[in-house]
């Protein structure tokens, strides 16, 4: 039986899935400092490693590596919750700021085929960024951290989100867009094609395990998704 992603003529991709934080809005500082803050409360702060930790990877992991690192006894959603909080605060009077040609990109991109959010980032804090810049009716699926067990550079992000999306069986014609490294691996061993995304990757990721790497999203056309897959 063909399915309708793969149906879907030859040259058009099956879904694109993208990453959040760093590839839509810029707030991987605000994520950094969230979590910092929130950690303060409980009475410790985060070395420059755990910091730098935190850009790219998902709660679980970021939860995992804290409770280890510090001895502490707390639950995931606690943590989330607190650090929401103070991103909230920190971006009080901005709201999330778009990278650069985001939203005009997801906007052409979604007359083209199925869009999804797989993110590291909390529920809420997808949401929050989403509904922000104005983007979220544009996509079908849109995971948080609590959705999967496994963050990046596991692939259980990407495949929720094609099985959600109906494409799992053509993981070969999706195509995920990232600005880290664990993301960029998390797509591939998702099956897909990767887009890395350099204008958001702040602290300087290899994005070399990309099949291509652009500037910024405004570079992502209709021709290269075609050429991908």
């Known amino acids: 039986m063909t399915s309708e992603s793969d149906a879907r003529p030859i040259g058009i991709p099956a879904a694109i899935l993208f990453d959040l934080d760093g590839t839509l809005v810029d707030s991987e500082r605000e994520n950094v400092e969230s979590v910092v803050l929130a950690c303060r409360r409980l009475g410790f702060d985060l070395s420059e490693d755990e910091r730098r930790f935190v850009i790219g990877h998902s709660w679980n992991e970021i939860h995992a590596l804290i409770v280890a690192n510090h001895a502490i006894s707390i639950e995931m959603e606690v943590l989330i919750a607190s650090a929401v909080d103070e991103k909230r605060a920190l971006l009080a009077n901005t709201g999330y700021r778009p990278l650069p040609a985001a939203v005009e990109t997801v906007r052409r991109l979604a007359g083209l085929c199925p869009l999804a959010i797989a993110s590291g980032a909390s529920r809420v804090e997808v949401r929050d960024?989403?509904?922000?810049?104005?983007?979220?009716?544009?996509?079908?699926?849109?995971?948080?951290?609590?959705?999967?067990?496994?963050?990046?550079?596991?692939?259980?992000?990407?495949?929720?989100?094609?099985?959600?999306?109906?494409?799992?069986?053509?993981?070969?014609?999706?195509?995920?867009?990232?600005?880290?490294t664990p993301g960029i691996l998390a797509g591939r061993a998702a099956g897909a094609r990767v887009i890395g995304v350099s204008i958001g990757n702040f602290v300087g990721y290899d994005l070399s395990a990309a099949d291509v790497v652009v500037d910024t999203l405004a570079d992502i056309t209709d021709e290269l998704c075609a050429s991908l897959v």
């Open 129 to 180: 960024a989403i509904e922000s810049i104005g983007v979220a009716r544009y996509f079908q699926v849109a995971l948080g951290a609590e959705d999967y067990q496994r963050g990046k550079p596991a692939p259980d992000a990407y495949l929720l989100a094609m099985e959600r999306l109906g494409v799992r069986s053509a993981a070969r014609r999706c195509i995920v867009i990232e600005d880290a």
